[in-house]
């Protein structure tokens, strides 16, 4: 399901407003998005393969930005499914497909440092994040508490 169709709110919708940027729309997307529309959302990769959809937003509560989405990956019905901590950074959102877009490969990511639903990591250690940045090879912000 995309942010679209999981707006309750009806804030994607075309708003009679007018965009500041050349590239914004008015009203509150694609640029700033409620969190609780993300979840459920497809990501794909670059050749169009399914690598599953997000789980969670992880919120840098101090920080104020999102730190990042939760990926499901693999299993059948919710089954043998693993979870992986992707940094915000590493997604992009294609407007045209309405998804996320994940810059690596389904083997890459199968291998990817992960997680059972059932023992989630201590995403403040700072050694868990850079382990994840340097696996997707993103930086972390310098202002980084995690």
Do not use: C
């Amino acid at each position: 399901m995309n942010y679209e169709e999981r707006d309750k709110y009806g804030m994607y919708k075309a708003t009679t407003g007018v965009a500041t940027e050349p590239d914004l729309s008015p009203g509150p997307g694609p640029r700033l998005m409620g969190a609780d529309t993300l979840i459920g959302n497809d990501v794909y990769n670059q050749k169009d393969e399914d690598l599953g959809d997000i789980k969670e937003i992880m919120l840098d509560v101090r920080g104020g930005r999102v730190a990042y989405a939760v990926l499901s990956f693999g299993g059948f019905l919710g089954m043998g499914e693993k979870l992986f901590a992707v940094p915000w950074s590493a997604l992009t959102l294609d407007t045209v497909n309405k998804r996320f877009v994940l810059g690596v490969d389904k083997e890459r990511l199968a291998n990817a440092p992960g997680f059972d639903k059932d023992k989630w990591p201590d995403m403040q250690n700072p050694t868990w994040s850079k382990e994840i940045h340097a696996y997707y090879g993103t930086t972390p912000n310098v202002d980084d508490r995690f």
